[in-house]
C-alpha cells in the first residue's frame, strides 16, 4: 500500500544532540513537507521540498536542517541550535496543484531529556 | 491577516446529533481548494473532505459534508449523527496555487468532544 512512514514514532534527545527524523513516501509524489506540532496548537511549517535537490524554509526553519536527495525521502534533522525542540513532527507529501491534498505521516514525537 | 480562522477552540456535541465547526478564509485567488483534515490523539492527520473554489455542490462524504459559501470565504464542516470515534481535533486548511508554488495553510483547529 502506498503512503508515508515517519520513524521513529518517539525519539528522545539529550541537550546538545542533533537528531534526524525519516520520512519516506512511496506515493510518488513531487512534494513534501516538514510541520512542527506543540500541544494544543495548529501546525507550523518548517521545510518543504517541491523536487529533488531543492528545498525552501518554512515559518520557524531555524535550528532545523533538511535535505532531499530522492523523490522518496525528506530527512529532518533537528540541530542543537533548535533551543526548545520538545514537540510532535508530522510530515506530509502531496501532488502538485490546488485540488491536491496532503498525505501525512503517522508522526514523531520528540522529547529533549 | 490569517488566511484561515477556525473561531471554535472547543466545542461539544451530544451523540447522534449534528455539529458544525466554523471555518473563514482569506485569498484573493480565484482558484483554491478547501479541506479538512481530523487529527485524533494519536496524532496522524486523516483526510476527511475537500471542496474545489468552481465547485457548485457543496461536497460530502459519508457523515461529513462542507457547507461552503463562497461569496461569504467560508467553508464550514458538518458532522451528522455524531459518534464517540469522532472526538477529536479539526482543521480546516486551504490551498492556493502561488508564483513560488502550492501553498497549504492551516487553520489553529477546533476540539471537538462528543458526549454519550
Known amino acids: 500500500d502506498g503512503g508515508i512512514t515517519q520513524s521513529p514514532k518517539y525519539l528522545f534527545r539529550k541537550e546538545g544532540q542533533n537528531v534526524t527524523l525519516s520520512c519516506e513516501q512511496n506515493?510518488?509524489?513531487?512534494?513534501m513537507y516538514w510541520y512542527r506540532q506543540d500541544p494544543g496548537q495548529g501546525l507550523r511549517l518548517i521545510y518543504y521540498?517541491?523536487?529533488?535537490?531543492?528545498?525552501q524554509k518554512g515559518d520557524i526553519a531555524e535550528g532545523y536542517s533538511v535535505s532531499r536527495e530522492k523523490k522518496e525521502s525528506f530527512p529532518l534533522t533537528v540541530t542543537s541550535a533548535q533551543k526548545n525542540p520538545t514537540a510532535f513532527y508530522l510530515c506530509?507529501?502531496?501532488?502538485?496543484?490546488?485540488?491536491?491534498?496532503?498525505?501525512f505521516g503517522s508522526g514523531t514525537r520528540l522529547t529533549v531529556v | 491577516a490569517q488566511k484561515i480562522t477556525q473561531t471554535q477552540p472547543g466545542m461539544f456535541v451530544q451523540e447522534k446529533e449534528a455539529v458544525t465547526l466554523d471555518c473563514t478564509y482569506d485569498?484573493?485567488?480565484?482558484?483554491?481548494?478547501l479541506f479538512w483534515y481530523k487529527q485524533p490523539s494519536s496524532g496522524e492527520m486523516i483526510f476527511l473532505i475537500y471542496q474545489g473554489s468552481y465547485d457548485e455542490q457543496n461536497a460530502t462524504e459519508g457523515r461529513y459534508s462542507l457547507n461552503f459559501q463562497k461569496a461569504r470565504k467560508s467553508a464550514n464542516l458538518v458532522i451528522s449523527a455524531s459518534q464517540l470515534g469522532d472526538s477529536a481535533m479539526y482543521f480546516c486548511?486551504?490551498?492556493?496555487?502561488?508564483?513560488?508554488?502550492?501553498?497549504?495553510?492551516f487553520g489553529t483547529g477546533t476540539s471537538l468532544t462528543v458526549i454519550p
Open positions: 506515493l510518488n509524489h513531487d512534494a
Open positions: 486548511a486551504m490551498r492556493e496555487v502561488t508564483n513560488t508554488g502550492n501553498q497549504f495553510y
Open positions: 485569498t484573493s485567488d480565484q482558484s483554491y481548494g
Open positions: 506530509a507529501s502531496s501532488m502538485s496543484g490546488r485540488n491536491y491534498g496532503y498525505t
Open positions: 521540498s517541491q523536487i529533488v535537490n531543492d528545498f
